[in-house]
């Protein structure tokens, strides 16, 4: 575990994300978190010195992951440990090849680098989902109603990229010390919960 905390800040990212992120759906569901984990992962793994530390933050997270959904299920401990551990890779697997991607292209092309993770964790999830049922980043949004209210468009996979999308943004930002790039994310999430905003204002309930 040394080499894991070789880099104090993306251990600090991992230590941080891997919280919130047992504590965003699955058996708890705080909707602040899912917004912070995911960046505080991308921005972890792309910051790790050493193929070592890589391989040690996976395995604590997928040890993690099957804490998360432990009891949760209703499969029994070992249907508990299964989910969560394919929870686990369906996120794993996503992290992994952002860090790969984003080295390559964050010098030659900030967007391509910055969409690739919201694109890679959307695709991997979709194709999971062809096999089974699995949960998405969107679903710990369910109390968030302006944003709930996107989904009418762009489906819980839309919902799921934009997450996703901010949290890249913000990683990115926290790297490189910079602030424009978030801002801009965070001007789209604004008209996003504005419109839903009014779709949820101006809706008429069955009662009326």
């Given at each position: 575990m040394k080499k894991l905390f070789a880099n104090p800040g993306a251990a600090g990212a991992f230590v941080l994300?891997?919280?919130?992120c047992?504590?965003?759906?699955?058996?708890?569901n705080i909707p602040m978190l899912g917004w912070i984990w995911p960046a505080c992962m991308l921005f972890a793994f792309r910051t790790f010195r050493s193929r070592r530390a890589e391989i040690a933050a996976g395995i604590v997270f997928l040890l993690a992951q099957t804490a998360r959904y432990w009891g949760y299920t209703g499969a029994g401990?070992?249907?508990?440990?299964?989910?969560g551990a394919l929870v686990g890779v369906t996120v794993l697997l996503p992290l992994l090849l952002d860090r790969v991607v984003y080295l390559r292209l964050r010098q030659k092309n900030v967007a391509c680098a910055?969409?690739?993770a919201p694109f890679v964790f959307t695709a991997v999830v979709m194709l999971a989902d062809l096999f089974i049922s699995m949960p998405q980043l969107a679903y710990s949004q369910g109390e968030t109603l302006p944003l709930v209210q996107a989904s009418a468009i762009v489906g819980s996979y839309g919902v799921s990229f934009l997450l996703t999308a901010f949290a890249s943004t913000l990683?990115?930002?926290?790297?490189?010390?910079?602030?424009r790039p978030v801002r801009i994310c965070a001007l789209v999430l604004l008209a996003v919960f504005v419109l839903g905003g009014g779709r949820v204002a101006f809706t008429p309930t069955r009662g009326d």
């Open positions: 994300g891997l919280i919130a047992v504590f965003s759906c699955g058996r708890f401990a070992a249907g508990d440990a299964l989910i910055l969409l690739f990683a990115y930002c926290m790297e490189e010390k910079k602030s």
